[in-house]
């Protein structure tokens, strides 16, 4: 009997078993090609061939991930969220485009005469030479609400006019103004940088700067907490704890401490992002963790001397307020494990309410409701409360009048308006009753920017450096206006003063004049 002529076939190396098998597990479609094109193999035995490489196809795609990440082909990036996102470079500064912006800036700066600016000359009134206003973070009161002046809320289609657009360093601090400049801190390379910015043109005044630089590779590196501005001085605090009081026209330094090394605290892990808050003559700022009554402490403003210092509580993210609560001027403090008040003047504790979030991420500021009543927000399924502040002799007590989750503000402060509070609910703008704590509207997705209240209408800078602009009313969400602002990660908030709308992130900032038009045939 003649051989079988098929038996003498030689079949190819990529078909042997173990070139096969090598194939599935380093090419898995390239395997799954060959299998499926073996006419020898049986149908149910490419389905389980199949089935077993979809099971690799997991930690295979895991391990491409992790190798392109390894060689800077691809990022993770928090956005806010519970999970990472794969970019092709994470937000930050390019420190090269900001050196040459500047550099350019100082060139035509010396090629020509001074001169009064022509955004200042189109106003009766420079900045300069306007009351300082927006000189804290989130505002005046901390409350995110401006109401110095008329701006204008009706956009044209390309939105408002856009007065200057550059690069800047890292960090997720806002801006002060005032002296027409604006103020904020920002990481340059190894060093942080506290800087002065003229307000309607965007130019470089003055920095200052010493070596720092906190690293974290969820949040991201630099500063957190905004400057504050005070009589002619700014007071900027560091991720690491350096605190400094500048002068605010010339930016030397007046005197420096270090927050961490005078109280022994430990760097909290997300580092001190807290904003210098004013007191009279103290400077009041908020340490780390293990400071041994040293966690919150006042600073003489003019010479840097140390007036006092109190509570043993780890710190956590949310700048402190001086409100009046229950008729009671009372500094209103949020910890890892409480939200209290404490007596300015004799440091006593007057309530305090337990309050906790996952990993003591509590970064939401309070927001005021009236004379007696606040709300605390925060995300990780957390959600909001209302508290009543009553006083009971010479005491004070805590009441909640509801709590839910409704309303869940993990780094994106709330602002109170007639009634109904407007906050991002984990990146969703909502609308709920300030009475009974129920959510009127949920709508528009922003990611985890930040928002401030003014005119009637909410500032919405979204997570992913969009401008929008949101009618503040239960009636139903009403987006007016949209258009892209910014480029990348934005965390940080929004400032408005003198009917400019300052917004940065952590590569670039810009700023929009929202003052009204002048018409030269007014309406009667």
């Known amino acids: 009997m003649a051989d079988d002529p098929l038996s003498t076939l030689e079949i190819p190396w990529y078909r042997t078993p173990f070139f096969e098998r090598l194939i599935l597990l380093a090419l898995p479609p390239l395997g799954l090609l060959l299998v499926w094109t073996d006419f020898e193999r049986t149908r149910g035995r490419k389905i389980f061939i199949s089935i077993f490489t979809g099971f690799w196809l997991i930690p295979y795609l895991a391990l491409l991930l992790f190798a392109a990440i390894g060689l800077d082909l691809l990022d993770l990036e928090f956005k806010g969220g519970d999970r990472p996102s794969i970019v092709r470079h994470r937000s930050g500064p390019d420190y090269l485009a900001l050196e040459e912006d500047r550099r350019l800036r100082r060139a035509e700066d010396s090629a020509r005469a001074p001169s009064t600016n022509l955004a200042a000359q189109a106003s009766s009134v420079s900045p300069a030479q306007l009351p300082a206003y927006w000189t804290d973070f989130r505002g005046p009161r901390r409350d995110g609400h401006y109401d110095e002046r008329p701006i204008l809320t009706d956009w044209p289609i390309d939105g408002p006019p856009r007065l200057w657009r550059q690069p800047c360093g890292g960090g997720y601090a806002s801006f002060v103004v005032a002296e027409g400049l604006a103020f904020t801190i920002e990481q340059r390379r190894d060093r942080e940088i506290v800087v002065a ?26 500063p957190r907490a905004t400057p504050t501005y005070h009589d002619g001085f700014v007071y900027s605090l560091g991720a690491a704890g350096e605190l400094r009081c500048l002068s605010a026209s010339l930016g030397t330094v007046l005197w420096r401490r270090n927050l961490l090394d005078e109280t022994g605290a430990q760097n909290l892990p997300y580092g001190l992002a807290c904003s210098p808050l004013i ?8 340490s780390g963790q293990g400071a041994n009554e040293q966690a919150v402490v006042a600073y003489d403003t ?5 007036v006092w210092a109190t509570l043993s509580d780890t710190m956590a993210y949310a700048s402190p307020a001086l409100v009046e609560l229950a008729g009671r001027p009372q500094l209103l403090l949020t910890t890892a494990r409480r939200v209290l008040g404490l007596d300015p003047d004799t440091r006593a504790v007057l309530w305090d309410y337990r309050w906790e979030v996952p990993y003591n991420n509590a970064i939401a500021m309070p927001v005021l409701a009236g004379t007696n009543q606040l709300m605390i927000s925060a995300g ?4 909001a409360a209302l508290l009543e502040i009553r006083a009971l002799g010479n005491a004070f007590e805590a009441d909640t009048l509801w709590r839910n989750r409704n309303l869940k503000n993990k780094f994106n402060p709330s602002v109170f308006w007639q009634g109904h509070f407007y906050g991002l609910d984990e990146g969703v703008l909502a609308c709920v009753n300030a009475d009974s704590g129920a959510r009127v509207w949920r709508d528009g997705r922003y990611q985890y920017g930040q928002l401030l209240l003014a005119q009637g209408h909410l500032f919405v800078l979204a997570g992913d450096g969009e401008l929008a602009l949101v009618e503040a009313t239960p009636r139903a969400f009403n987006e007016k206006h949209r258009l892209p602002a910014l480029k990348g990660k934005t965390w940080n908030v929004p400032a408005l003063a003198h009917g400019r709308l300052l917004l940065r992130n952590a590569s670039e900032m810009t700023c929009f004049d929202l003052r009204p038009r002048r018409t030269d045939n007014p309406a009667p």
Do not use: N, P
Request: charged residues 25%; without cysteine.
């Open 302 to 306: 003019l010479t840097g001397d140390r």
């Open 380 to 383: 990780y399924g957390v959600g």
């Open 197 to 222: 910015y003229e307000l309607d043109t965007g130019r470089e005044v003055w920095t200052s700067s010493y070596e720092a630089r906190f690293s974290e590779w969820m949040g991201g590196d630099g």
């Open 279 to 286: 007191l009279g003559r103290s400077v009041i700022v908020l």
